[in-house]
């Protein structure tokens, strides 16, 4: 049996052996929690220290590319599908400090996701959203974030997104100032198109290739430009979505470089549209193969199958008749607006030719089982002039360039 | 004083306080060591399974894309310059899975740091390429790297330099198989230019104006491209380093998105380079606020300033007088090879008019204090004709239109 001084002897030790273990796991710990945290900022400030964040940022203005970029706090940003373009482009739009986020995707962090910028191997598992969100705060705490693991083409899910683009804005029941597409499938487009249209708001969208060689961005006004429906894509996935293709031993490709490009051009656009500097583009296409960049825009199709963008152009419509004509000279706060059709100083016109576009085309992807054309255009409806607004091309044209590509 | 009761009651409570606070413990620095590892990877694989990184990659091949993608992890990259493009950079590569990575820097990670991709606020006071090896390490630890944390303008750091492009490659006494420059300054850019000619080492240049807007990258080939001798930028920071300027309360602009888009087209053009797919570029710029992407090609200048250079043309020379003309039919193997001089089935065109160029200038910017112009282009010797190659604009020509941009 122990003595007392034995049993003192090895309270003492114990007591030690637990300091020591209490420093070893504070330490664990902290360096945890350091990769959470910098102190918020309650203001942007253009003072040119190591410490200050924005600095960089400021001094877009002493440039003269930006008026007023602390506006940038004021915008909140939905972004639809955070996988190799989504993730990119939230984490530019935290970088620049954008004052709110709001994320939606269903899917979980996989290691296959790791030829893509952003995710981490010790992340799989997570859902995209927490883990997206987890690093995006530690990244710039003065971002609020709001995150939604679903899936938005459901009946519940598709009414809850249009509640939060209606009023998930930095003060709660404003809506949110853009909408961007950075999904991987036809139904989700057709969901944020419908969505959009219905509620006239503006969006963005964006693809990569299967080949994983070429991509786009898209501005989309509704009653202006195109929608998705005026023009769908002629091929789409036949109802069979990425988990079977993946179960068959098929795969798209990817890559980090044509996925950062393509988030990279898609958040340039944004900042150009929310700080009001630079030309916003209605149509940037991205050709890796030749480093060809097509641009072009497309005028609504009063035919198209979405009602509410039939509605929202007979609003737009309305509202250009309206306009009086002279209003460059009444608002002159506006300096900067070069095009009297909208107030983003862009213009509808398409500045890429045939020839570009038929130089830029590769041979026709083999189509993957499952994948298949989606419509043809029927040859009737194409001989109404109808189709087309004042776009110097036709929509056939357009779409016949589409199919080359 | 205690009883032995007492004693061996504090000893159990003791013990049982030690058994959770070494749990934590654990969990703790569990959670730290998970963001270090996945396990390596012997052979790259083409499955399509959830697990698999290199899945999206190796569906390069079934997509026709690059015949052999494996190649990739034969090849080294030495990257000079680990900032908002250089980093990107680099963990574009890595995600790729590329062979090797040298990484060359001196700066820290600093809080201003945090407009551009890649690092995070809890690296801030870390050297950049101890933070960069760390964050790379965890994403791919397939990958080998390398890093140096000096100043390759020193004279003896330059030396080192000279040494590990010579023989850091994946088998040590190898050299590397591409040098990319991502620096932020003119004496970093003339160092590797020097470097790359004595050595007749292939490289690409990068770049990233003052404004934040716009960016270029380049392919330069000793002795058959131009140097960045050859035909440097008419504008320089004059002797005063960007920590004087930091203290004067001037910086330059940045922003994530033109970063990010140059990370993104250089990377490209590396991997179209070495998997010898598409079209390499010599030289494709970026601007933001047209959205305009400039292309042009400039031959040597045979009165470079640079003695390397000039041999290396003479080289060049010597290798293409000797090719035999029937070359095409002899080497059936490289099917791809569209031009016959050069192994990339790239040429030396430029691709863009003077008013493509003019269009897409802004004004001038007002240069800030401590920036001059380098050196006025002398008119005596534009009126020889041996300046230029055969392309078809003057290197007058060209340098004027730089001037603009």
Redesign the interface.
């Known amino acids: 049996m ?1 003595t ?1 001084e034995e ?2 002897l ?2 003492r030790e ?2 030690n ?2 300091i020591k ?2 420093q ?2 504070c330490a ?2 902290d ?2 929690n ?5 102190p918020k900022i309650d203001r942007m400030s253009a ?11 400021m ?2 203005k ?4 930006v008026d007023d970029y602390e506006k940038i706090r004021t915008f909140t940003v939905a972004v639809v599908g955070v996988g190799g373009v989504g993730s ?1 482009t939230a ?2 739009l935290t ?3 954008i004052g709110k986020l709001l994320l939606f995707d269903y899917d979980k962090v ?3 996701n ?4 952003f995710f ?3 992340q ?1 598992g997570l859902s995209k959203v927490e883990a997206a969100e987890h690093t995006l705060r ?3 705490p003065d971002v609020s974030f709001e995150t939604h693991n679903y899936n938005i083409t459901t009946m519940d899910n598709f009414t809850h997104f249009m509640e939060r683009i209606s009023s998930g804005g930095l003060e709660e029941g404003q809506p949110v100032d853009l909408i961007l597409s950075c999904v991987d499938n036809f139904e989700a487009r057709m969901a944020i198109n419908t969505a959009c249209n219905e509620l006239g708001r503006i969006w963005m969208e964006s693809g990569v290739s ?4 070429s991509g786009h961005i898209q501005l989309i006004i509704p009653g202006e430009t195109a929608c998705f429906a005026c023009a769908p894509p002629l091929v789409v996935a036949a109802n069979i979505d990425e988990k079977t293709l ?1 179960r068959e ?10 996925m ?2 393509v ?3 898609l ?3 944004v ?2 549209f929310l700080l009001k ?3 916003v ?1 209605y149509y ?1 296409g991205y050709n ?4 060809f ?1 097509p ?1 072009m825009a497309m005028k609504a199709n009063p035919q198209c199958s979405d009602r509410y963008c039939r509605r929202q152009q007979e609003e737009y419509k309305r509202k250009e008749a309206e306009r009086p004509k002279v209003e460059a000279v009444q608002e002159e706060e506006e300096e900067e607006v070069v095009h009297e059709d909208n107030e983003w100083g862009i213009e509808l016109v398409s500045e890429v030719t045939d020839a570009e576009l038929q130089a830029a085309s590769g041979a026709v ?1 083999d189509l993957p089982e499952g994948i298949t054309v989606a419509y043809t255009i029927p040859v009737e409806d194409t001989e109404s002039g109808d189709t087309v607004g004042e776009t110097e091309q036709s929509l056939e044209d357009l779409m016949a360039q589409m199919r080359k590509l």
Chains 1, 2 share one sequence.
Do not use: W
């Not at 003072?47 to 940022?57: C, I, M, Q």
């Not at 002493?62 to 590319?65: N, T, V, Y």
């Not at 790791?114 to 910028?117: I, K, S």
């Open positions: 122990a007392i049993l003192k090895r309270v114990l007591e052996e637990l273990c209490k070893k796991q664990a710990e360096a945890q350091q990769q959470l945290h910098r003072e040119v220290v190591d410490s200050n964040p924005y600095s960089r940022l001094a877009l002493r440039m003269g590319i990119v984490e530019m970088r620049c400090g996989e290691l296959a790791m030829n893509r910028l981490q191997p010790h799989a530690s990244i710039n299967e080949n994983a060689v993946k031993g098929v795969c798209a490709a990817s890559l980090p470089t044509t950062g490009v988030a990279g051009l958040v340039q656009n900042l150009k500097f630079g030309t583009s940037l890796a193969m030749q480093d960049f641009t992807p």
